[in-house]
């Protein structure tokens, strides 16, 4: 085996060579926090994944809001550190710090929402107001509920004739007409100057079978008029008539002009106006309400 002796005279020449063998990045990967290389120059050069930016010292990586908005749901702000995740104001960050999946409850933490007369009811990222049983308006105004509000809905309750089993005849008994607003009902009646709550003229109405009132707010919609209607007639009819029914006798005028007694039976023969050929057909009397 040849051993070749290295003479003094080389030996720095020989550790210089060993120096430059080693890569910048090799040395505390070049003050890089992520990736590093050398430039043709041998400078060094940081570079970052593929949702990162080199930050302003040219050494850090950093989130950008520019990338993705950072993964941020919401609402993104760029800091020296990196971005910042934000929400708006019904909702916070999760544990993730970058998806705004956590409700604020707004009726809670945010005085005078709604109106004084009306319900904070929260929802996810929002809340809304709802009057209370009894009031009218957007919740954040309610006012008292009125039978004149543009909302209110009227059921007409009438007795007619019918002279068969698919025509209707005139009409032969007109009962009061009832108002629904969202959770009052009125009476208003021919003679009278204004409608007034049901119970100040049928003070059992919702005490009568099958008939209680509302305790929880209610849509004034058709849908409400048409569920309600029929059976608040009947029941209209019932406290009117009591047990004497068609026996019952109200004051009319007769043709001298004269106020006199009559039962609904005798008003409503007279309005129907004609008799009945024989063998004879069945005159009905009934309450319903018009098909609109």
């Known amino acids: 085996m040849e051993v070749t002796a290295v003479r003094d005279s080389e030996k720095p020449m020989a550790l210089f060579r060993n120096i430059l063998l080693v890569s910048k990045c090799q040395i505390g990967n ?10 043709r120059k041998g400078e060094v050069v940081c570079s970052c994944p593929a949702n990162m930016i080199v930050g302003s010292d040219q050494k850090t990586c950093k989130t950008s809001c520019t990338i993705n908005n950072a993964g941020c749901s919401h609402f993104c702000n760029d800091t020296d550190h990196g971005a910042v995740c934000d ?4 909702l916070k960050l999760g544990s ?15 005085p005078n929402l709604c109106s004084s007369n009306a319900s904070c009811i929260n ?26 509000d543009p909302s209110t809905k009227r059921c007409l309750c009438r007795v007619r004739a019918e002279i068969s089993e698919t025509s209707i005849g ?8 009832l108002i629904y607003g969202f959770s009052n009902v009125w009476v208003e009646e021919a003679n ?33 008029v048409l569920r ?24 009319v005028q007769n043709s001298a002009g004269v106020d006199a007694k009559k039962t609904l039976g005798q008003i409503s023969c007279e309005r129907f106006g004609h ?8 005159v009905v009397t009934f309450y319903k309400p018009p098909r609109a």
């Open 30 to 39: 070049g003050g890089c926090s992520d990736f590093c290389h050398e430039d």
């Open 87 to 90: 929400c708006p104001p019904n």
């Open 96 to 110: 993730n710090n970058k998806l705004c999946d956590v409700n604020v409850n707004e009726c809670k933490t945010v």
């Open 123 to 148: 929802t996810f990222g929002s809340y809304k107001c709802e009057c209370k049983p009894g009031f009218n308006g957007d919740g954040q105004q309610c006012v008292v509920e009125k039978w004149s």
């Open 170 to 177: 005139p009409i032969l008994y007109e009962f009061p007409t």
């Open 192 to 224: 009278a100057s204004s409608p007034v709550p049901v119970t100040d003229r049928y003070p059992g109405f919702y005490s009568t079978r099958r008939r209680r009132q509302l305790t929880i707010p209610d849509l004034y919609t058709c849908l409400k």
């Open 228 to 251: 309600e209607c029929p059976a608040d007639c009947e029941r209209l009819s019932k406290l009117t008539l009591g047990d004497a029914g068609l026996g019952k006798k109200f004051s």
């Open 275 to 282: 008799d009945i050929a024989p063998p004879g057909k069945r």
